[in-house]
C-alpha cells in the first residue's frame, strides 16, 4: 500500500502513543504489519521530522514539539458558540452549525478524546460523530448535553 508521508507520520504517532517501543526496528515492524513499508532512512528522518526522542519508555515527543502544538479551543466554549442542534441517528450524532462552525466544533470534539468517539467529519455546517454503538452514542449525546447546560 502506498501511502502519503502524511498518513505515515499520523501512524508512527498513533503508534508510538499506543504502545511503548524501544527501537526504530520494532516500529518498522509495527508499521510493516499495518502494510506501511519504509527503509530505516525513511523512518529515521520521519521520527527527526516528527521530533520524536528514544526515551526509556520508548519513542515520546520532545517538550519543545508538544508546546508547538496549537491549543484546541476549549470544548464548553466552542459548543457554546457554534452548536444549533443534536441529531442522533443510530450509532451516530449529528450536530448542526452555522456555516463555517463545522470544523472547530469538530477540532475540539476530537481534541477531547471521547472514549465513544469512533470518528468526526466535518463539512461546512454539519459534524458527522461516529460511535461504536447506540450505547455508546446515548452516553455521548449526555455527556455533550450537559456541557452546553
Known amino acids: 500500500m502506498g501511502a502519503t508521508k502524511t ?30 513499508r519504509v527503509t530505516q532512512a525513511t523512518l529515521s528522518r520521519d521520527l527527526q521530522e516528527l521530533r520524536l526522542v528514544k526515551t526509556q519508555s520508548g519513542y515520546r515527543a520532545t517538550p519543545a514539539a508538544a508546546q508547538e502544538i496549537a491549543p484546541l479551543p476549549q470544548l464548553t466554549r466552542v459548543l457554546t458558540e457554534f452548536l444549533r442542534d443534536i441529531r442522533p441517528a443510530v ?4 450536530l448542526k452549525t452555522p456555516p463555517s462552525g463545522a470544523q472547530p466544533l469538530a477540532a475540539a470534539i476530537d481534541g477531547a478524546k471521547f472514549s465513544e468517539v469512533a470518528g468526526t467529519i466535518a463539512g461546512d455546517d454539519t459534524v458527522l460523530i461516529i460511535t461504536p454503538s447506540k450505547k455508546s452514542r446515548e452516553a455521548l449525546q449526555k455527556k455533550i448535553e450537559a456541557l452546553i447546560k
Do not use: C, P, Y
Request: no cysteine.
Open 7 to 36: 498518513f505515515r507520520h499520523g501512524q508512527i504517532l498513533r503508534l508510538v502513543s499506543d504502545a511503548q517501543i524501544g527501537s526504530q526496528e520494532d516500529l518498522r515492524r509495527k508499521l510493516a504489519a499495518e502494510k506501511l
Open 91 to 94: 450509532n451516530m450524532l449529528v
